[in-house]
């Protein structure tokens, strides 16, 4: 589904990015870990378009998306969500979830029912979203005045709220307790059930190695490791990455 090919980001002469390749299958969740300022991040955002590529290729089921402006790309099918909640503050969690909406193609509707928010099947759908958020009975709540957590689900259903292809979640369990990430592992598991695909930039490693198919290790902007989880948290590579010598590991990642 997502293909990166050799993609190289400079900010100046700094090499946020260098060298990066990875494939993302359908219905995979797909980890991207790293140190700080291994480039994680710089990745998600060229995804996204905010930074343009120095060099290399993203392709989306063959299209390119460095081609799509950044506005467009939610119609090309990416989502995302944000280290730093960026919620829309001052309405409530229905139309947070509401202007989010995309219909599939060929289900559009007018723009009296897409404002007005008039479409029977539309409201269903984003009930099943408050559902899978836990959010059932505070859809009319402000979502400024929902707690951490309940913010945290708030924005992964508004991404899901755009039915991408691809979800982008960079550092979700950031800010979160032990109770809130466990929860958390248990809805990004819920998706990969439902057959969505996910790209998960996280440093949190319980959620990392619980909900991952496959991972890539970035250092210093270049992969250094790519396996399954059991194989990353063994890898000489990775624990010298994490820890500065492999003796010091303790056992792997965590």
């Known amino acids: 589904m997502l293909e990166v090919r050799n993609l190289v980001k400079h900010f100046g002469g700094v090499r946020a990015v260098d060298g990066l390749d990875f494939k993302i ?77 995309r219909d599939q193609p060929g289900q559009e509707q007018g723009w009296v029912s897409n404002w007005f928010g008039r479409s029977p099947a539309r409201r269903q759908e984003i009930q099943k979203l408050l559902e899978f958020s836990g959010l059932g009975d505070k859809a009319d709540h402000l979502a400024g005045n929902l707690a951490f957590g309940e913010q945290r689900r708030l924005e992964l ?63 210093f902007g270049k992969p250094i490791a790519q396996g399954t989880p059991v194989e990353i948290q063994n890898n000489k590579l990775v624990q010298e990455a994490y820890f500065g010598s492999a003796e010091n590991a303790h056992g792997g990642v965590s």
């Open 25 to 101: 299958q359908q219905g995979e969740v797909f980890g991207l870990i790293g140190p700080n300022g291994s480039g994680k991040s710089t990745t998600v955002n060229l995804v996204c378009g905010v930074f343009a590529p120095t060099d290399g290729e993203i392709l989306l089921d063959g299209i390119d998306l460095c081609a799509i402006a950044p506005h467009n790309r939610v119609d090309a099918g990416v989502a995302r969500t944000f280290q730093n909640i960026r919620l829309f503050s001052e309405l409530t969690v229905w139309q947070n979830l509401w202007v989010a909406w």
């Open 157 to 219: 259903a508004r991404a899901m709220a755009s039915k991408p292809k691809l979800i982008l979640l960079d550092e979700p369990a950031a800010g979160m307790n032990s109770a809130e990430i466990k929860d958390l592992c248990q809805r990004v598991l819920a998706m990969k059930e439902m057959g969505m695909t996910v790209l998960l930039v996280e440093h949190v490693m319980e959620l990392v190695m619980n909900v991952t198919d496959r991972i890539t290790v970035l250092n």
